[in-house]
């Protein structure tokens, strides 16, 4: 069955720290695999992508990911947290089940950062 | 660009009452809408995929004529919780794509509560 794990529920780092959220999928196809980012009581914002081709993703606000297919894994990686990066962050995969695409969503990371 | 409005943003009523939600994409045709259900510090729970023109598809578990959605329109999808008891207040969000295997662009969520 396909699924999503982000083994750490809470991190917390200090301002200025390097940063690295870990998520880790099962799927039997290539998979599409997404990051979003959660603030309070909000929505989600596309972090960034992977769909093929180039295995580390460049997205928004500085954060990138690697795609690992022998480790199952699509790590999110920031070298320099700001304040502001202080959110839920929701790793996914894009799967085919029943005929049509759906996100299947990871329990997500909350992020703290320490001035 | 990709921005998906949703409204309310925040709803009270009494029990017994029925709520609708609207969910737009602004300046994008979305062929797929997504309902989720997100319960306090825990993930997104998907309900169901709507397709403009066709029924929804709704998850197991979730109540079709509980919860009732209309995707009439390439940009409007609406969810309306019928005769809403306390036990349906939750956090509501919707998303919304261009098609298959894009990224889904979320709107900012309804927090519904019935007392």
């Known amino acids: 069955a396909q699924s999503v794990t982000q083994p750490d529920i809470h991190i917390t780092v200090s301002e200025g720290a390097s940063l690295e959220l870990r998520c880790n999928y099962s799927?039997?196809?290539?998979?599409?695999l997404f990051w979003y980012v959660q603030s309070p009581g909000q929505g989600l914002q596309l972090l960034l992508k992977?769909?093929?081709?180039?295995?580390l993703v460049q997205g928004i606000k500085g954060f990138e990911a690697e795609f690992k297919r022998s480790q199952s894994s699509f790590n999110l990686r920031k070298p320099s947290v700001h304040w502001s990066d202080a959110a839920e962050y929701f790793c996914?995969?894009?799967?085919?089940?029943?005929?049509?695409?759906?996100?299947?969503f990871g329990a997500g990371t909350r992020l703290a950062v320490h001035p | 660009g990709a921005v998906v409005s949703q409204h309310p943003s925040w709803v009270i009523c009494k029990s017994g009452t029925s709520v609708k939600i609207e969910c737009r994409s602004l300046d994008f045709q979305a062929t797929t809408m997504f309902w989720y259900r997100q319960f306090p510090k825990q993930s997104l729970m998907l309900m169901a995929t709507s397709n403009e023109g066709s029924k929804a598809t709704y998850e197991q578990g979730v109540e079709k004529d509980k919860f009732l959605i209309n995707h009439a329109s390439l940009t409007l999808s609406t969810l309306t919780v019928t005769s809403a008891h306390p036990e349906d207040s939750s956090f509501y969000i919707c998303s919304a794509r261009t098609g298959d295997n894009q990224p889904q662009h979320f709107g900012d969520g309804t927090r519904l509560s019935i007392l």
């Open positions: 996914a995969v894009g799967t085919l089940s029943g005929g049509y695409n759906k996100l299947i």
């Open positions: 992977y769909f093929s081709g180039d295995t």
């Open positions: 799927y039997g196809a290539t998979p599409y």
